[in-house]
């Protein structure tokens, strides 16, 4: 019960990973707050979890987080863990992309590859927004609230979601990668500043995970994924959120802007 008596929100609370990350840090003892834009998802999860709530946040609104933060002090108590999981793909550009990568694929079986993804080209202003407001002004809104907060009591751990596309690039998702870099950076440089006010920062940089949300998305094209993991297969929201409570514990003491990538041996040089 290494959580017991602290405070862990945990936004995208309502599935996938996040869903995942509540039920481990509540299985350790942690007083969940599962936070989520679709805060019914956020309810289901939290249901059978003692002691814990669902709120709902809009992270790529500073305002919605500021108040899900605030509520969540107020019901359930000072903010001892913060994670900042919650994600958004944009699905037309997906749609777009996967038909393309498959025949990418086929085409390497037999041969060069022809078939040009033209993701970047065809990426629009809005999908490219869409992606980074939610993925790094999420993590920049989320992180800063929560400092806020920790800061008067000089403690607290905060956890970053970023992807091992945020460290080697992944082809033809260029918006995604970006906004995944760019939390990594921000992480760093955030870990530095606030490790004096006795506030860990850390990110997570999972490989390609088997969610119901990324079977929806890739379809046929997740086997690309299984083949590119040395691992031979997807990793599990159980095991991003193993090792997030991991680095929310005392026992990640002496982590202070590190990344740990749970990728089966895709990247192996972090």
């Known amino acids: 019960m290494r959580f017991d008596g ?3 929100a945990v936004t995208g609370g309502g599935s996938g990973i996040g869903a995942a990350i509540c039920e481990r840090l509540a299985a350790e003892g942690a ?3 599962a936070l989520d834009l679709a805060v019914d998802r956020a309810r289901e999860v939290v249901a059978g979890l003692p002691g814990a709530g669902a709120f709902r946040a809009d992270v790529s609104d500073p305002a919605s987080i500021e108040e899900a933060l605030n509520q969540v002090e107020s019901e359930l108590g ?3 863990i913060m994670v900042n999981n919650a994600g958004a793909l944009a699905m037309e550009h997906v749609a777009r992309v996967t038909p393309l990568v498959e025949k990418q ?3 390497a079986a037999v041969g060069p590859i022809q078939t040009p993804l033209d993701a970047l080209v065809r990426l629009t202003d809005e999908e490219w927004r869409f992606v980074l407001s939610v993925h790094l002004d999420g993590t920049f ?3 800063r609230a929560a400092v806020r907060r920790m800061a008067t009591r000089r403690s607290g751990v905060i956890i970053n979601m970023a992807s091992v596309c945020g460290i080697q690039g992944c082809t033809g998702h260029p918006h995604y990668s970006a906004a995944k870099a760019g939390v990594l950076g921000f992480t760093r440089a955030t870990a ?5 006010q006795g506030i860990r920062v850390n990110a997570v940089a999972p490989g390609f995970i088997d969610t119901a949300r990324n079977r ?4 046929a ?6 083949g590119g993991t040395p691992a031979g297969r997807l990793g599990t929201p159980e095991e991003i959120a193993a090792t997030v409570a991991f680095l929310a514990s005392d026992d990640a003491g002496f982590f202070v802007g590190a990344t740990i990538s749970p990728n089966g041996g895709l990247v192996t040089a972090v």
């Open 192 to 196: 530095k500043e606030v490790i004096v």
């Open 216 to 219: 929806e998305a890739v379809g």
């Open 31 to 33: 007083t969940v707050a």
């Open 6 to 8: 602290r405070v862990a």
């Open 105 to 107: 694929q086929q085409e």
């Open 141 to 143: 809104y989320g992180t």
């Open 78 to 80: 000072p903010l001892a």
């Open 221 to 226: 094209a997740r086997n690309v994924n299984v």
